[in-house]
Each structure stands twice: as C-alpha cells, then as structure tokens.
C-alpha cells in the first residue's frame, strides 16, 4: 500500500450549513439538495445506502436507487424474496443514506417501511427498459446459483417462452415506500467541525435540532 489509511485526509469547503437556511419540512429540504446534486453533475444522485435487519438483529446494507420521493416518503423497488424483502417483512424498519462527495453532503434517513401498492409497482416495472423488466422477471434474486452460464440460461428460456409478448411484473416484484421519522442532513465543514441539522418528528410535527459532529 504506498499511503497509509490513517494519511488519507480531505478538507471539506464547499458550503455551510445553518438553521435559518434551511426549510421546515425536510422533504422540500431534501428537493432542494437533490436539484443542486443534480445541477453540479453528481454521478447517480438517487443512489443510496439501504439498510436492514432480521428480527434476530443480523444487519445487511446495499445500495439500491430512489425511484420516488414524496410527502409518504422514499420509493425503491426490489424482489420480494431478496434478502433485503425478507427482512423487511420480518421487521418494516430500514435506514437510508446518499453520500454526494462532489459538494460533500450526506443525508440519512431512517423510518418504517411498507410496500407501495400493486398499481404503483406494475405502473414503474412497466416504465423500466425492456432488459431490465426481462432480468427482474429471471432472477432469483439473493439465491444460491450454480454460475454465471445459469443466469444466461434463464433469461435465454425467458425470452424464448416470452415470444412477442412483453414482460409482466411479478408477483414477488415491487416498491417499498420508506415514511421517516428521522431525517440528518449533514454538510461537510473545515477543520472536521461539520454541520449536522436533524428533523425528527414529534407527534406530527417536525423538530429540527442540531448535532454535534
């Protein structure tokens, strides 16, 4: 390794954070610092953490993309039977995190989570590109397969029984809609001094408090 770990340092200096800039409801707040991701050419700004566990407490993270975002929460979809729907539906609770490093911002989310309905899960399977609906159709997703031949087998008999017809969502394929109780957002700040507001939701109302970093 010619650095040392304990040498990698980055000084953090694009914007601050306060409490007067900021707006009430944390999802407008949120829309804002997406747009700007957006603006200033972060690569894949729906790209976010998710993380779950089993009811034993065994914890697993991936990343996965937000499909939505709006007053009843976050939007990403998945297989069902994957593990992270296995856990889910053992216990409905997750957390989320977006890391933009390009204007050193990070936002964490955490909440319970409950499945969109079936209109809306065939509504945005049917949006996907046409490889993308086939693979959510053939995959097993999270199952122990042999190789990668496998897999090709699958999409090759798929695509054979499938003729000129289109791909139908699947039963055990679909969204899941994460409502927060917690949502950080965190600005990188010189000196390690970094700016961490939090929205936590009392009741039906939205506390905003600031965090030591």
């Known amino acids: 390794m010619t650095k040392q770990l304990s040498d990698l340092r980055k000084e953090?200096?694009?914007?601050?954070?306060?409490?007067?800039?900021?707006?009430?409801?944390?999802?407008?707040?949120?829309?804002?610092?997406?747009?700007?991701?957006?603006?200033?050419?972060?690569?894949?700004?729906?790209?976010?953490?998710?993380?779950?566990?089993?009811?034993?407490?065994?914890?697993?993270?991936?990343?996965?993309?937000?499909?939505?975002?709006?007053?009843?929460?976050?939007?990403?979809?998945?297989?069902?039977?994957?593990?992270?729907?296995?856990?889910?539906?053992?216990?409905?609770?997750?957390?989320?995190?977006f890391y933009w490093h390009d204007i050193e911002r990070q936002i964490r989310v955490e909440g319970k989570v409950r499945k969109v309905t079936r209109k809306e899960s065939i509504a945005y399977f049917n949006s996907r590109p046409s490889d993308s609906r086939v693979s959510a159709c053939v995959s097993p997703q999270s199952a122990i397969i042999p190789d990668r031949e496998f897999l090709e087998a699958m999409r090759e008999g798929y695509l054979l029984d499938l003729g000129d017809s289109t791909p139908v969502c699947p039963k055990n394929w679909g969204g899941y809609r994460l409502k927060p109780n917690l949502v950080e957002f965190w600005q990188g700040r010189a000196g390690r001094l970094h700016d961490r507001l939090r929205y936590r939701l009392a009741g039906k109302q939205w506390v905003v408090e600031r965090l030591a970093p």
């Open 12 to 97: 953090y200096m694009f914007a601050s954070l306060d409490e007067k800039s900021i707006d009430a409801d944390p999802f407008v707040q949120f829309s804002t610092w997406f747009e700007e991701a957006i603006r200033v050419g972060v690569a894949e700004p729906n790209a976010m953490v998710l993380s779950t566990s089993d009811i034993t407490g065994n914890i697993s993270a991936r990343v996965v993309l937000l499909k939505g975002t709006d007053q009843g929460g976050f939007v990403f979809f998945s297989n069902y039977q994957s593990r992270k729907g296995l856990q889910l539906a053992s216990n409905p609770r997750a957390a989320l995190t």
